[in-house]
């Protein structure tokens, strides 16, 4: 089955700055990859998602870009604020699974003021 | 268009008892998915129902089911309770398509249920 691995597991920048999260995962059969932020005691939310027919996509400040040869897609953080402190989670899924999806462990992100 | 809604938001059982939770998906969507999230195991992928038919099962025990009915709510039933089980349980729904439509993947998450287990 597939197996999703995120990188880092804590992550701590200074507000303004960009901050990167990356992530792999195993199965070939993936083409649906979204991001979820959770911030403390609230429920996962989708922040942005890419298809694998896509190799990046910008959303504001927000910008995810997927490598399908290598497995591999990253969450792009840029100028930084303290509200986007919180847990991000990515996950991969296939139409073949249907609504199987495979999270990663999350990254723990803080913005320092 | 409302949220995902789910009942109740915390629970405290006992080791041995049996807990069924509640999940109402957001109004038109037909597939409701089931997650347990823990610090130690993050989350987890438990099941997926459409149509009153459960299409895909996560790596977890029998103790463990769901049920959806005609409107597209969902119960979530876990017997025989471990200390375990404590965790956030979630759920997620979307609008799975009609055959032959494109498939559409984004989940939207209800607020959990807190499930403790003493």
């Known amino acids: 089955g597939e197996n999703v691995e995120q990188h880092p597991s804590t992550l701590s920048v200074q507000e303004g700055d960009s901050a990167v999260i990356k992530c792999t995962y195993s199965?070939?059969?993936?083409?649906?990859f979204p991001w979820y932020k959770q911030e403390l005691g609230k429920r996962p939310q989708l922040i942005i998602d890419?298809?694998?027919?896509?190799g990046e996509k910008k959303d504001q400040r927000i910008a995810v870009t997927l490598n399908k040869t290598a497995k591999h897609f990253s969450l792009h953080i840029t100028e930084t604020q303290p509200e986007d402190s919180a847990v991000y989670f990515c996950a991969a899924s296939s139409d073949n699974y249907g609504q199987n999806f495979v999270f990663g462990p999350g990254t723990r992100l803080s913005v320092l003021p | 268009k409302a949220g995902v809604t789910q009942t109740p938001r915390y629970l405290i059982k006992t080791r041995g008892q049996q807990v069924t939770l509640s999940c109402s998906p957001i109004s038109g969507h037909r597939s409701v998915s089931w997650y347990q999230q823990t610090p130690g195991q993050g989350l987890q992928f438990l099941f997926e129902y459409f149509s009153e038919t459960q299409r895909n099962k996560g790596n977890f025990p029998g103790r463990f089911s769901g049920r959806q009915f005609s409107n597209s709510r969902s119960e979530m039933n876990v017997s025989t309770l471990e200390l375990g089980d404590s965790a956030l349980y979630l759920c997620?729904?979307?609008?799975?398509?009609?055959?032959?439509?494109?498939?559409?993947?984004?989940?939207?998450f209800g607020p959990g249920t807190r499930l403790t287990v003493l």
């Open positions: 199965d070939s059969a993936s083409n649906y």
């Open positions: 997620a729904s979307s609008s799975r398509p009609l055959a032959g439509e494109p498939h559409f993947n984004e989940q939207f």
């Open positions: 890419i298809r694998s027919n896509v």
